[in-house]
C-alpha cells in the first residue's frame, strides 16, 4: 500500500509542476487568471510534499496526519467543483487520483494504530 501512495502522490506532483510549466504557454503575460492557474500548481506540489511527510516520518503525530487529510478533502472537493464547470480527461484524472489518496492515506493511519 505504502508504493502506491507513494506513486500517486509522485503524479500528483508531476501535475503540478507541468500546470506551473503550461501557464506562461497558455497565457499571455501575468493576469490574475495566470496567476490563480500556476498557484493551483503550486498547491498540487505542496499537497503530494504533505503526503510524503506523512509517509516517512519516524514518530506518529496525530496533528501531521490532521492537517494532510484536510488538505487532501479539501483538495478533492475543490476538483470536483472545478469538473462541475469543466469536464475534461485529466481533470478527471486528477479528481480521482485525489480521491484515491485520501481514502489510501486514511487507511494507511488506521493501520499504523492497529499495529
Partial sequence: MRKIILSITMVICMFG???????????NGYTINDLWFA????????????NYVVMNIKQRQTNIFIVCHVANILCAILVSLILTSA?????????????????LIIRYQFYLKSD
Fill in 17 to 27: 509542476i507541468v500546470h506551473i510549466v503550461v501557464t506562461p504557454i497558455g497565457y
Fill in 39 to 50: 498557484s493551483f500548481g503550486c498547491s498540487l506540489i505542496f499537497l503530494a510534499l504533505l
Fill in 87 to 103: 469536464l475534461f480527461p485529466h481533470i478527471i484524472l486528477l479528481f480521482v487520483l485525489l480521491v484515491l489518496e485520501t481514502i
